[in-house]
């Protein structure tokens, strides 16, 4: 593990002209992270410099911004690879989304399915058993929920404890000899939990499952290693880690790939083409039908240099530090309630909550008032909002650029908030 | 921006002290509405009698102004004629629908009116109008249910 430092937030900021935002008479406090991130300007300026200077369709030309294209797209493709520790820059698929990542992923195995010569890890059949959580962002759970309706398979899940952690002792009851597919967050969007995966991957393995992560909210702020979480695939999405919207990955071990039927089909992802049949590319080029998002890889690249360069151990000590400083303030608000571990260890920088006798909407509105930006609603996690009580959170989310002042904006104004509404 | 033109008194007293809340018998209509971005949900009753809305009655989950709506529809609304009731509808999602321009007329929609500042806020108006959709599909299907009045 590399030595920690501390980083520098004051020189982070000044890279993010939006921080320095007024809404009405205030600065804008941004506490939404864990929805999207804001982006650097190392990354606009990345997308800027590409369209203005190497714009062109990538693997399709033989002139120089054809040729420059495809090597800033690829030179993205492996800068994500190394960032996550994958062996081959040929397991990186680039997505539009984690949504979508995850969709490829589950319609590989519908695809797979309907075709008796795929290979049997892919193949449904009632009886066969998906795993997930109940702490699952939708885009985890409808594309396993259908996939199992549409299959005859079951869907099972790891349920939470009072504590917000996942209940581990049910572990070898819910991952059996039937089970062909466990498919988990990594760190929860609502409870802000950081998952040990350990167990899960260990069980997984034991009973010949495939496994893989959600990693939608782990990849921007913890160190991610592939190869040492041992698992078979994980999706994550650029835009929460301060790269644009419009492109997300998948990553997933070359034979995996290599036996997974495509998703999307169409031009830049096939071998040979007659009006019969057709013959498909090799992985990565097998799943990226169509022209790609090649300028957000760009940008995505930009992302992962800056996030690099800040040192991912840092930015984990960061959050962390911020966490216990949200908790250990949010607790001194009267009537609210932290849903999701209270405790800074084995949890991320965002923190959902009720506040007693008020709804989120309305929070979140006072908040506005203050030029503190937070999300309210369901987090795309209405299972977990069930197995809590509640209809809907506040979340505070925080990142390299929040501040110990921010967290204080939005002590501060949930007071003000209690006074509208009491 | 202006808190207190969102959050009216009235639509605080209405949020704090709901006007005819809970589920009442007898009804013909029944309706169940959700918000999907934020999960506030409403079930709402109505009881046609004769041309008149003789009582709506409610049970919901929700932010200040999903409430305080419903609860000056209650008002607005039961008691009044089926006519009049639709009118009160169609008034109050064209103030919805007005980005800030309409004021409302005090006449018809007496506390309605109160909630004129919330067409200023895209993010709000769903929840505005979440209870009064619910009073529409209810009444449609209370109507479908009375023999001979399936032309409203
Ligand atoms: C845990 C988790 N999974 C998946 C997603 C979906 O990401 P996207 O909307 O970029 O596909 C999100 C973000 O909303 C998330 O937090």
New binding site residues.
């Given amino acids: 593990m590399e030595a920690v430092t501390k980083l520098d937030v004051e020189a982070i900021r000044a890279d993010f002209p939006i921080l320095k935002r007024t809404i009405g008479d205030r600065t804008l406090a941004y506490l939404d992270s864990?929805?999207t991130s804001q982006k650097p300007v190392q990354v606009v300026d990345a997308m800027r410099r590409f369209t203005e200077h190497s714009n062109a369709n990538i693997s399709r030309s033989v002139h120089t911004l054809g040729a420059e294209a495809t090597e800033a797209y690829e030179g993205a493709r492996a800068r994500v690879a190394a960032f996550i520790g994958a062996p081959s820059a040929d397991e990186v698929v680039f997505t539009k989304?984690?949504?979508?990542a995850i969709n490829l992923l589950a319609y590989a195995f519908q695809n797979a399915t309907l075709d008796p010569h795929a290979d049997p890890r892919l193949r449904l059949a009632p009886g066969d058993e998906i795993v997930v959580t109940e702490m699952?962002?939708h885009?985890?759970l409808i594309p396993w929920q259908q996939l199992a309706q549409r299959t005859g398979a079951t869907l099972k899940w790891i349920g939470i404890t009072d504590h917000g952690r996942l209940d581990l002792e049910s572990v070898p009851d819910v991952i059996t000899e039937r089970t062909k597919l466990v498919s988990f967050?990594h760190?929860?969007?609502l409870l802000g939990t950081v998952n040990p995966t350990s167990q899960i991957t260990a069980r997984a393995r034991e009973v010949g499952a495939l496994v893989g992560l959600?990693a939608?909210?782990s990849v921007p702020h913890l160190p991610v290693n592939v190869a040492e979480l041992g698992v078979d695939f994980i999706a994550f999405?650029g835009?929460?880690m301060l790269g644009p919207t419009g492109i997300?990955v998948l990553w997933a071990k070359a034979d995996l790939l290599d036996a997974m039927p495509p998703f999307l089909t169409g031009g830049s992802m096939i071998k040979t083409v007659t009006m019969e049949q057709t013959t498909f590319a090799d992985a990565p080029a097998k799943f990226e039908a169509g022209t790609p998002p090649i300028a957000e890889a760009v940008g995505l690249a930009a992302a992962v240099d800056y996030l690099d360069a800040l040192g991912m151990e840092n930015v984990r000590a960061h959050e962390k530090e911020l966490a216990g400083y949200m908790l250990e303030r949010l607790e001194t608000v009267d009537g609210l309630a932290i849903i999701g571990p209270r405790v800074p260890i084995g949890r991320s920088a965002t923190v959902s909550f009720t506040l007693e006798g008020v709804h989120p909407h309305d929070v979140g509105q006072v908040l506005d008032a203050e030029a503190v930006a937070v999300r309210v609603g369901h987090h795309?996690a209405k299972p977990t909002c069930d197995r809590f009580g509640v209809n809907a959170t506040t979340r505070a989310s925080a990142y390299v650029y929040n501040t110990h002042e921010e967290i204080d904006r939005l002590v501060d104004a949930l007071g003000k908030v209690r006074k509208v509404f009491t | 921006m202006n808190l207190d033109e969102l959050y009216q008194e009235v639509i605080l007293d209405h949020y704090k002290h709901p006007r005819g809340a809970g589920l009442r018998e007898p009804y013909e209509g029944e309706s169940h509405q959700v918000n999907p971005t934020c999960g506030d949900e409403i079930t709402l009753r109505v009881h046609v009698d004769g041309d008149k809305i003789g009582d709506v009655s409610y049970e919901n989950v929700g932010c200040s102004i999903s409430k305080a709506s419903a609860s000056v529809l209650y008002e607005l609304v039961s008691g009044a004629t089926v006519d009049d009731a639709l009118a009160r509808l169609a008034e109050f999602t064209e103030l919805m629908n007005s980005k800030g321009q309409g004021e409302g007329d005090e006449e018809t929609l007496e506390d309605a009116v109160a909630f004129a500042g919330v067409s200023k806020y895209p993010m709000r108006v769903k929840c505005a109008l979440l209870g009064w959709m619910a009073f529409k599909d209810a009444l449609v299907r209370a109507e479908a249910s009375i023999p001979g009045r399936t032309d409203a």
């Fill in positions: 864990a929805a989304n984690s949504t979508e699952e962002h885009a985890n967050t760190v929860a969007n959600d939608s909210q999405t835009h929460k997300g795309c």
